[in-house]
């Protein structure tokens, strides 16, 4: 597609339900990135995948969320047994190299996002 | 850690007048990137405008300037004859520059535009 898609747009679900968020990055872009947009928190940077490979998985909130990434393409980030306080919009973002190059920057194209809601 | 700070939460200006956003940031780095992203209700993310540290001139996109103060670590947004598209959410964001850090933001100036 032209741009980063995310599925679904808007999600509702009860407190203690598992919950997957979709990410399609543009194709060919090597790096993909996920973000937290909260009231509270503001935006987090959470996680960033290199091809398949997810080096650092610091930034996740807690034990309950995951992210994989699949043929180099597509991500999913999943939050288990939901809470409030993870009520937010996920948003995706990818970019073509992702990997330091000194003094070249690749922009991150972001996708719309998923506003979550747990009730 | 960097940090981004913008300490205006709301911002009001006249159709075609010129408005400028404040944001400072906290960095040990040398060489690193800064940018303006805006966020209309729609929730897309659209970069207006970046900023390379190692470059002295002010990064310019048609009615958008910065004005980046590399010593005071300031990093300001100038929109001229602001129009009512320009209405959105504004977020400075830095990145070091390195794929895996992604960018970190400020809170976001909300700009209202008045017809």
């Known amino acids: 597609g032209a741009g980063v898609s995310q599925s679904p747009s808007n999600k509702v679900t009860e407190k203690g339900k598992d919950v997957e968020l979709r990410c399609d990055p543009i194709?060919?872009?090597?790096?993909l990135y996920w973000y937290r947009q909260s009231l509270g928190q503001g935006l987090e940077f959470l996680i960033y995948?290199?091809?398949?490979?997810?080096?650092?998985k610091s930034g996740l909130p807690s034990d309950r969320f995951s992210a994989e990434r699949t043929g180099g393409s597509v991500s999913t980030l999943t939050i288990q047994r939901t809470q409030q306080e993870d009520s937010a919009v996920y948003l995706c973002?990818?970019?073509?190299?992702?990997?330091?190059?000194?003094?070249?920057?690749?922009?991150?194209?972001f996708g719309p996002g998923t506003r979550l809601t747990v009730l | 850690a960097q940090t981004v700070t913008q300490s205006q939460p709301e911002m009001s200006v006249q159709e075609a007048e010129t408005v400028t956003l404040s944001c400072t940031y906290d960095t040990s780095e040398s060489d690193y990137y800064l940018f303006w992203y805006k966020q209309p209700p729609s929730r897309q993310m659209i970069l207006v405008i970046r900023q390379e540290a190692y470059k002295q001139q002010n990064a310019t996109e048609n009615r958008f300037s910065v004005n980046f103060q590399k010593a005071a670590k300031s990093f300001s947004l100038k929109i001229s004859d602001s129009q009512l598209g320009d209405a959105a959410m504004y977020f400075c964001?830095?990145?070091?520059?390195?794929?895996?850090?992604?960018?970190?933001f400020g809170k976001g100036t909300h700009l209202i535009i008045q017809p």
């Open positions: 995948f290199q091809g398949n490979s997810a080096p650092d």
């Open positions: 194709s060919g872009h090597t790096a």
């Open positions: 973002a990818s970019s073509l190299l992702g990997t330091e190059t000194y003094l070249i920057y690749n922009e991150q194209f």
């Open positions: 964001a830095y990145n070091s520059g390195g794929g895996a850090d992604g960018l970190t």
